[in-house]
């Protein structure tokens, strides 16, 4: 894949760029009033979005005895496809997940079973994610897929 410079970019990559942008923006007021042509899709989670920060207060010699069991229980979740991604925090203060869950609920149990929740030495922040619902009127009124 070639990178072109900002001011190369054809007027269609911008074009994309402002519409991408535009969706983003209008999100707040789109979610309030969905469009009177089309119900709005029910809202289906894709994945869940894990914050893991170590509790404030806690030694950081107790943190990296867990450590080893930890790291193996999360890579046999990797592996196992429950986590999709994981990334460590820039700032040092944690780790962030993204788990093939179908609900918070899912995840929850997942990550409260990890040696470090088990030991109560973190906190954990879910999010759940979904397909970005602004795309929909892109599509006008054709109807959904099963």
């Known amino acids: 894949m ?3 410079p900002l001011h190369m970019h054809s007027s269609k990559t911008k074009d ?4 991408a942008v535009g969706l ?3 999100w707040p007021v789109c979610a309030q ?10 809202s289906r ?3 869940v979005l894990v914050m893991l ?6 030694e950081r010699e107790r943190v ?3 450590m080893p069991d930890e790291i193996r229980a999360t890579v046999r979740l990797y592996l196992d496809g429950q986590i999709r991604q994981w990334y460590s925090r820039d700032d040092g203060k944690g780790v962030v997940f993204i788990l093939d869950c179908k609900d918070v609920a899912e995840a929850k149990s997942v990550m409260e079973a990890l040696p470090l929740s088990k030991e109560h030495l973190v ?17 006008g009124n054709q109807p959904a897929r099963p």
């Open 123 to 139: 906190n954990l922040e879910f999010t759940a994610l979904a397909p970005l619902s602004p795309l929909r009127f892109l599509l």
């Open 16 to 19: 994309l760029s402002r519409l």
């Open 2 to 4: 070639h990178i072109l």
């Open 64 to 66: 990296l005895k867990v």
């Open 45 to 47: 989670t894709m994945d």
């Open 33 to 42: 009033s969905p469009p009177p042509q089309s119900p709005p899709a029910p």
């Open 24 to 26: 983003l923006l209008i």
């Open 53 to 58: 920060t170590v509790k404030p207060g806690v």
